[in-house]
């Protein structure tokens, strides 16, 4: 894998606040020329895949918000300047959202199909994560029908520790970002504009057009975030929620698939005080290997090794085995080193099968005692809603100021005992994920998402043989897995590199780290060189 990655570098136009007078009533700042990363992406069919040249976009909420009249922040910290918005609409036609310089600020860097994401980046001020889109061209989000499709990726989760989220998913964002249905958006998808998700986020700086400061509060915790009265709620298909630890793949359906505004608690989910009170469906029907029992399939040096990159292949399979069909199965598959791994089963008593299907998901809520907030929502017929409207690719980093990503990694409830059935999700400590501890103990933290490719099913990866040579690759994806009580890539001659597993219960390899790294106790399972 590489170790170093050629930073672009960014066109860092400065104009004068005396031409900006020139543009009025704009909401585009002009401060940072915008210059969306290029990244390659692969359309399949079974005779083969072809290229298509993309790019991605930083969300807007990452985004300087400053007068459109000159340099003063609208928003600064976690709160708005309310002598410059003292509501939504005057805010909205008041404030512009500027460009990004993607690497030296916020950590994005691309290079051919390969998309990376630091953790924290320290400029100016403190970047933590991201969240982009892929796009079709300067102004419009790629929009992808997966009906009868798969959807494949490489991913890199080896340097994601506990707590940790690098997310590949979709959702129903309007492929302009809303500037048609909302004139007042004047940024649009350039910008990054017009984000939506199943848990109708509150912490969204711009909805439809307009600010979100009405009702604003700072959060607790987060000096850079705060929930508003509106919220942004549309369908989400989680592909991939992962760090080197746990993994799931979720469908998130809502009674409406497109964006819609909701209002306070009416928003439900995480960022409302009544989880259950929304239109969508905050809890998804999930498939995590460990939460299903199997505890041997997906982590460092298991059946699925996180310590190198592997491909993770989605499949939307409809009833009528075509792209009019309704959906009624997502099926998953790995690729490491040449080779085809199928999706664990489920090892809990009364909940059968390894893919995602209406009796999967109905017996799972039921054995684990769960709300059944995915078939109120509409279930894998609403998820089929969706997906045949068209959704827009996210790949993100984070962590998470409300529940630690414990219910990706660790036990959750903490409350509940971790041998009830659903409770132990992975291996993590239930203190591990607090975002102060995270961000400043792995601020190197990254995730790699690359050689991403949408076909016919069985047309984007190889079932037997050797590797999966993407026509655009520049660098091998297939790396050379060593076994994994020796680690590659490091020096191994003087101890384990770092991110390396060197113990936990049942390790039979090394425990001793390279210099300056030393090995560090994640959980009674794992140990880590850092
Ligand atoms: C982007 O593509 C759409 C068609 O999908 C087209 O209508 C639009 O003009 C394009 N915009 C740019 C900036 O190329
Ligand atoms: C499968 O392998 C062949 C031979 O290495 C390669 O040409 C082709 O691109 C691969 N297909 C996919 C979908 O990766």
């Known amino acids: 894998m590489a170790a170093s990655l050629s930073y672009q570098i960014y066109k860092n136009v400065l104009m004068f606040a005396s031409f900006l007078a020139f543009s009025q009533a704009q909401q585009v700042g002009t401060s940072q020329a915008e210059t969306h990363p290029s990244l390659t992406w692969s359309k399949c069919t079974s005779s083969g895949c072809t290229t298509t040249s993309g790019s991605v976009v930083?969300?807007?909420?990452?985004?300087?918000?400053?007068?459109?009249?000159?340099?003063?922040?609208?928003?600064?910290?976690?709160?708005?300047?309310?002598?410059?918005?003292?509501?939504?609409?005057?805010?909205?036609?008041?404030?512009?959202?500027?460009?990004?310089?993607?690497?030296?600020?916020?950590?994005?860097?691309?290079?051919?199909?390969?998309?990376?994401?630091?953790?924290?980046?320290?400029?100016?001020?403190?970047n933590i994560g991201s969240r982009l889109y892929l796009m079709e061209n300067d102004s419009k989000y790629e929009m992808f029908n997966l009906l009868n499709q798969e959807f494949t990726?490489?991913?890199?989760?080896?340097?994601?520790?506990?707590?940790?989220?690098?997310?590949?998913?979709?959702?129903?964002?309007?492929?302009?970002?809303?500037?048609?249905?909302?004139?007042?958006?004047?940024?649009?998808?350039?910008?990054?504009?017009?984000?939506?998700d199943s848990q109708c986020p509150r912490d969204l700086k711009f909805i439809d057009g307009q600010a979100n400061v009405e009702g604003w509060q700072p959060s607790d915790s987060d000096v850079n975030s705060g929930i508003g009265n509106h919220g942004s709620c549309c369908a989400e298909m989680d592909i991939w929620e992962a760090n080197s630890i746990s993994t799931a793949f979720t469908p998130h359906p809502c009674d409406t698939p497109t964006q819609t505004q909701c209002e306070t608690d009416g928003c439900g989910g995480t960022y409302s005080s009544d989880r259950y009170g929304g239109t969508c469906d905050p809890d998804g029907c999930d498939f995590n290997p460990y939460r299903m029992g199997d505890t041997s399939f997906y982590g460092p040096g298991k059946t699925v090794d996180t310590n190198s990159p592997f491909t993770v292949v989605t499949q939307f399979i409809t009833d009528t085995g075509t792209s009019s069909g309704t959906l009624t199965e997502i099926k998953r598959l790995y690729v490491q080193d040449g080779e085809v791994i199928s999706q664990s089963n489920s090892k809990i008593s009364g909940v059968s099968g390894n893919s995602i299907t209406a009796d999967f998901c109905s017996a799972q809520k039921e054995v684990f005692g769960d709300t059944d907030?995915?078939?109120?929502?509409?279930?894998?017929?609403?998820?089929?809603?969706?997906?045949?409207?068209?959704?827009?690719?996210?790949?993100?980093?984070?962590?998470?100021?409300?529940?630690?990503?414990?219910?990706?990694?660790?036990?959750?409830?903490?409350?509940?005992?971790?041998?009830?059935?659903?409770?132990?999700?992975?291996?993590?400590?239930?203190?591990?994920?607090?975002?102060?501890?995270?961000?400043?103990?792995?601020?190197?933290?990254?995730?790699?998402?690359?050689?991403?490719?949408?076909?016919?099913?069985?047309?984007?990866?190889?079932?037997?043989?050797?590797?999966?040579?993407?026509?655009?690759?520049?660098?091998?994806?297939?790396?050379?897995?060593?076994?994994?009580?020796?680690?590659?890539?490091?020096?191994?001659?003087?101890?384990?590199p770092r991110y390396s597993q060197c113990g936990g219960q049942g390790w039979s390899g090394s425990t001793t780290c390279a210099s300056p790294y030393t090995c560090t106790k994640q959980n009674d399972y794992y140990s880590q060189c850092l």
């Open 58 to 126: 930083i969300d807007a909420n990452w985004r300087w918000v400053h007068t459109t009249d000159g340099y003063t922040n609208c928003y600064t910290g976690n709160e708005w300047d309310t002598s410059i918005c003292p509501d939504d609409v005057t805010c909205a036609a008041k404030c512009a959202l500027d460009g990004a310089s993607y690497s030296s600020t916020y950590g994005v860097t691309t290079s051919g199909d390969e998309l990376r994401l630091n953790f924290v980046t320290t400029a100016s001020q403190k």
């Open 153 to 196: 990726f490489d991913v890199d989760v080896s340097q994601l520790p506990c707590g940790l989220n690098g997310a590949l998913y979709f959702v129903s964002m309007d492929a302009d970002g809303g500037s048609a249905r909302f004139p007042t958006n004047k940024a649009g998808a350039k910008y990054g504009t017009g984000y939506c």
């Open 373 to 496: 907030s995915f078939s109120a929502h509409g279930g894998l017929e609403g998820m089929s809603a969706a997906l045949a409207e068209g959704m827009v690719l996210v790949m993100s980093l984070w962590d998470d100021h409300y529940a630690d990503m414990l219910w990706l990694d660790s036990n959750y409830p903490t409350t509940a005992s971790s041998s009830t059935p659903g409770v132990a999700r992975g291996t993590c400590d239930i203190s591990s994920g607090d975002p102060d501890f995270v961000e400043s103990t792995y601020p190197n933290a990254y995730v790699k998402y690359s050689n991403i490719k949408v076909g016919s099913l069985g047309s984007t990866y190889n079932s037997s043989g050797s590797g999966n040579s993407g026509s655009s690759s520049s660098t091998t994806t297939t790396t050379s897995r060593t076994s994994s009580t020796t680690t590659s890539g490091g020096s191994s001659a003087t101890g384990l």
